[in-house]
């Protein structure tokens, strides 16, 4: 990272890192407040973690700090089980996320379906929206629902309860956001709009709730070492929340680092980046924070404001902590119908209706995934709406590699000869294939979700061929319920007295029959890497098939 580092680097990373740290302080905090805990939490979150991810991340350009993906999760383990609970679920899912990174699979959780990333993420959206209308509108009601509906139910029965003054700070605080994102976007809207709103309460002396009459003072002090108390059930309890952590961590910030990538013309180091992120969880857990993540705005942020190396997400943890240190009181006059209108921007930039909306338009498949992720993030747990997102998009995978993969027959008929093959010297038009002998076809990988094509290949035929030919130049890889498959077939084919020869098996998929003793079962003889062979080994068992049997 300091290779070649001088000066004038120093001076963009300095910029950069101040400049983050800025727009960090109001997200910090609103985070927090949405999260259910202190406001110095998540500046504690964003000191810690948003350190040691610029620190030892992959991408040096990540900012890592409190974000919005993890407000609902945060909020349900503390409401269930306390914030050692989340302690220690946020510790856990450190360690999976270094294990994770150790285990190289950082390419593979960028692979989760968009539209199962693009379900939860719009349902975050809606539950931190939904978290906001109280303080937004200045209800009062002092304890809400846990269910998302309750929540709608208790707002619609107190409807007349709104506050116009707190509703105007609220709704002043979302118009000058949208406003300067309209008309300066070079500033940052966030924060610009806090301050303002902020200046105008205080100037003209508007009594709304601030931050100082809800939570009291903020202290003035760095984070120190919390212990959490440890047992067997609690672990337990909080291992699915730590796991949900730990892939929301894995995403963000593997997506925030991509699109950093795409700025910026670099590349990160996938598994370093989870690595990062799971000794950053790990410290925040220990001295008093919340889950952290990579933050896409935050990191974007830095790329504008001239960010080279992970220095400026250091410079901008310490900036943070010189803030808390000195300036913390500021924080105490912040009006939290302003808070409610940040974040209310920020549930609406997750729910992107556009994005959800085009989403619609894609197969019916990806709608449904969409749909069911989305509806259980709002309605039931993101923990559960994540692993089940997960499973679907893993049913949907098996739908997939089963429509590319075929079986099919290869002693061609007349409409087959007419052409399509004519650029295949192999192609078994083109060969000799001998009476009582069928040469079928894999093509596509191998895999448990098409096993049962070859497996009820043998209940369409009328009348059983004396050799069975099963070609495989085309299958890529084979896993163990391919493997299973065929024995099965085998054993088929060896009941009703027909010997089975496989063709063009690629180095990959003999590697697995070998050690999976197939070959052995099969005979070496009966498994060749080409049809030439396969139909030379065809004849030699017809030759030896008893006169009667022919």
């Given amino acids: 990272m300091l290779r070649n580092y001088n000066l004038s680097v120093f001076k963009s990373d300095l910029t950069a890192g ?11 905090l609103a985070f927090a407040i949405a999260s259910g805990v202190d406001p110095v939490k998540g500046f504690y979150t964003a000191i810690v973690g948003g350190f040691i991810i610029s620190l030892a991340g992959g991408s040096k350009y990540q900012i890592g700090g409190p974000t919005g993906a993890f407000v609902v999760i945060v909020y349900g383990v503390i409401s269930q089980y306390g914030y050692d ?8 899912a450190g360690l999976l996320l270094i294990a994770f990174g150790l285990a190289r699979i950082g390419s593979f959780i960028k692979f989760i379906p968009y539209p199962v990333t693009t379900g939860f993420t719009a349902g975050i959206g809606v539950v931190i929206l939904t978290s906001q209308i109280n303080d937004l509108l200045g209800l009062g009601i002092e304890s809400l629902p846990p269910e998302f509906t309750g929540k709608w139910a208790a707002f619609c029965s107190n409807i007349s309860s709104v506050d116009p003054v707190t509703l105007s700070v609220g709704a002043g605080t979302v118009a000058v956001i949208f406003l300067v994102r309209a008309f300066a976007p070079q500033i940052p809207a966030h924060v610009f709009s806090i301050i303002f709103i902020t200046f105008i309460v205080w100037l003209f002396g508007i009594n ?73 969880n790990i410290a925040v857990g220990f001295f008093g924070g919340i889950p952290a993540t990579g933050a896409i705005a935050r990191t974007a942020t830095n790329v504008r404001a001239g960010g080279k190396t992970g220095v400026s997400g250091m410079i901008h943890a310490v900036f943070l902590a010189l803030f808390m240190l000195f300036f913390s009181g500021l924080v105490e006059i912040v009006p ?78 007349v409409a087959e000869a007419r052409g399509y093959d004519a650029a295949d010297p192999d192609a078994i038009s083109k060969k000799t294939v001998p009476a009582g ?31 069975f030919i099963l070609r495989m130049r085309n299958v890529p890889a084979v896993d163990a319920t391919g493997v299973h498959a065929l024995e099965n077939f085998y054993a088929a084919c060896s009941k009703r007295g027909t010997a089975l020869v496989l063709s063009g098996v690629n ?5 697995t029959l070998l050690k999976m003793g197939f070959i052995a079962s099969i005979g070496s003889d009966n498994v060749t890497d080409h049809i030439d062979k396969a139909l030379a080994r065809a004849s030699v068992l017809l030759e030896n098939i008893p006169a009667g049997n022919k």
Avoid: C
């Fill in 208 to 280: 709304v709730e601030t931050i100082g009459s809800r939570f009291g003072e903020i202290p003035s002090e760095l984070p120190s070492f919390h212990m959490p108390e440890w047992s067997y059930d609690k672990i337990r309890a909080v291992f699915p929340s730590a796991v949900t952590i730990a892939l929301l961590a894995g995403i963000e910030s593997l997506l925030s680092a991509v699109v950093a990538d795409g700025m910026t013309g670099g590349r990160h180091n996938s598994n370093r980046e989870l690595v990062g992120q799971g000794l950053a």
């Fill in 85 to 92: 609970g989340l302690v220690i679920a946020t510790i856990m």
């Fill in 18 to 28: 101040i400049t983050v740290g800025i727009v960090a302080v109001p997200l910090a």
């Fill in 336 to 413: 939290m119908a302003a808070l409610a209108g940040v974040l209310t921007v920020v549930s609406l930039d997750m729910m992107d209706l556009r994005r959800f909306r085009r989403l619609m338009k894609s197969p019916a498949s990806d709608i449904a995934v969409l749909l069911i992720t989305f509806a259980l993030t709002v309605i039931i747990d993101l923990t559960v709406a994540v692993q089940v997102g997960v499973v679907l998009a893993a049913l949907l995978f098996m739908k997939r590699m089963s429509d590319v993969t075929s079986v099919g027959k290869l002693n061609l008929d």
């Fill in 437 to 467: 002998v069928e040469v079928y076809e894999i093509n596509g990988p191998f895999f448990f979700g098409v096993a049962d094509l070859l497996i009820n290949t043998l209940e369409y035929m009328s009348k059983a061929p004396k050799v």
């Fill in 507 to 511: 180095p990959g998929p003999y590697k």
